[in-house]
């Protein structure tokens, strides 16, 4: 039994890891006072090229959406997308013109127009190019990370509600239009915002955890890979480009109580593990341990309420290739 079994997961697991896609997650262009968030648009070209030579399919929003609906398969998709709305998004706009590269662009509405972004004019007319889709980054960019924290989720829901409005009342008033897509800021989710955005029509929401995406992750909690500073590099995004969803059946924690001692536990479905490594960022890899297809870390941490932690499972297959799933870990009164 248990080798019939395994022979019919050895048939699932090819057709279960081929529909990756890879987001990515750009925020200002040739804007060197900000190194942190820039990317030349001398590496976005090395990127488009690299990726249109091996072999990836670069996709527009609407083919995500139909892929995420389970209405089209993607093999090896990119979606590109930029955050924050940045006046040097016109400068990354001039290589997406050149290599007709469709992309997404998240804005806060709160800061359109300010000093250094780009104001309700530009977005008109960028709205009216056939490569630019614009989606919603929130009105205010708060950090609702923090205010979980501090307030609580019911607490937190509301706020996050109020500003999601007033983000659509700018949208309408406007570019006349209500957005279906949705980037996190900061990429900070927590449970129970994906009902709020679905209420509101949001169909897809961005984070930015690392990470390929397969449709198994559900609509509301996108990783991406930010291509910035030294991650702009070429030999970081073959790297991104190279490895795998890791599905997982259930992982923890996801909402910790501040201060309390945590294990981290997950389950995997979609390969028997090898060699795996359990990351979390105050505290970098954790000693590993491996049973069946549950990896888990030894050490139990306390969470620093200061730090915002992702938590990260790594894992290779039979041919060593690596599956990666990050997670954000969220603390709760
Ligand atoms: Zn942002």
């Known amino acids: 039994m248990k080798k019939t079994i395994i022979f019919i997961v050895l048939l699932i697991i090819p057709l279960l890891s081929m529909s990756e896609v890879y987001v990515l997650l750009y925020h200002r262009f040739n804007d060197e006072r900000y190194p942190t968030t820039n990317t030349t648009t ?55 013109e050149e290599y007709e590269i469709p992309f997404l662009l998240f804005v806060p509405t709160e800061f359109i127009g300010y000093p250094d972004y780009l104001s309700w004019d530009d977005l008109r007319s960028l709205n009216e190019n056939s490569l630019v889709t614009i989606g919603g980054h ?69 984070a930015q955890d690392s990470g390929p995406y397969v449709k198994e992750y559900g609509n509301y909690f996108i990783p991406r890979e930010a291509l910035l500073q030294d991650w702009a590099e070429l030999e970081h995004l073959n790297y991104v480009l190279n490895r795998r969803a890791l599905i997982l059946g259930n992982y923890e924690p996801q909402e910790v109580k501040v201060n309390t001692e945590i294990q981290i536990k997950a389950v995997t479905k979609n390969i028997n593990p090898k060699r795996p490594t359990v990351y979390i960022t105050q505290e970098g890899v954790l000693p590993t341990s491996l049973d069946e297809n549950i990896i888990y870390s030894e050490k139990k941490i306390l969470p620093n309420t200061k730090t915002v932690n992702r938590i990260a499972i790594f894992a290779r297959d039979e041919n060593n290739i690596e599956y990666v799933k990050y997670w954000l870990l969220r603390l709760i009164p």
């Not at 398969?73 to 040097?88: A, M, P, Q």
């Not at 960019?141 to 509301?158: D, Y």
């Not at 209500?178 to 990429?187: I, K, N, Q, S, V």
Request: hydrophobic share 35%.
């Open 42 to 96: 001398q590496d976005l070209t090395t990127h488009i090229r690299y990726i249109l030579e091996n072999g990836y399919r670069i996709i527009s929003p609407e083919e995500f959406l139909l892929y995420i609906q389970g209405e089209i398969n993607i093999d090896k998709g990119v979606l590109f997308t930029v955050d924050d709305g940045y006046k040097s998004t016109l400068e990354g706009l001039k290589i997406f």
């Open 138 to 206: 929130s009105h205010s960019h708060g950090n609702f990370l923090e205010t979980l924290r501090i307030n609580g989720k019911e607490k937190t829901i509301e706020i996050f509600e109020e500003d999601l409005k007033k983000m659509f009342d700018k949208f309408e008033k406007e570019l006349n239009f209500r957005p279906d897509l949705y980037a996190y800021p900061y990429g900070y989710y927590f449970n129970g915002v994906e009902e709020v955005l679905e209420k509101h029509g949001i169909k897809a929401a961005f």
